[in-house]
């Protein structure tokens, strides 16, 4: 059985919830998010990790994280990527992200304060 093909009404809301849920995190906060989100990212699912990121912070009522979209890194074999900033101004950069992963780094990182080492890009 084929999978079901949202309509553009559909895709419409979907655009609009990320929206809410990503507005309210902007402006200067203990620690920033940024998601990748270049032709490459997008194809790889930087939409859905970028929802599952809002979303994960909501549940863990995180309102201390700003969470921002940014053009290609040009390590396109690692996306979905984001970049975790902390407030200290050190850098953690992620790749190969899915929805599970994501809920780990909000988890031990975001709230944790323990980077997912095993999720890192390493250079």
């Given at each position: 059985m084929g999978k079901k093909i949202?309509?553009?009404e559909d895709l419409k809301a979907l655009r609009e919830t990320a929206q809410s849920e990503v507005a309210p995190r902007s402006g200067p906060r203990k620690m920033q998010i940024t998601v990748h989100m270049?032709?490459?990212g997008i194809a790889a699912g930087g939409r859905e990790?970028?929802?599952e990121l809002a979303g994960a912070l909501s549940r863990a009522a995180e309102k201390n994280v700003a969470l921002h979209k940014s053009d290609c890194l040009g390590l396109c074999d690692q996306e979905p990527m984001i970049t975790?900033?902390?407030q200290s101004g050190a850098e953690f950069l992620y790749g190969?992200?899915?929805?599970?992963?994501?809920?780990?780094?909000?988890?031990e990182h975001i709230v944790g304060g323990q980077p997912v080492q095993n999720y890192l890009v390493k250079s």
């Open positions: 949202a309509s553009r270049g032709t490459c990790v970028l929802s975790v900033t902390e190969r992200l899915d929805k599970k992963k994501v809920r780990k780094i909000v988890e």
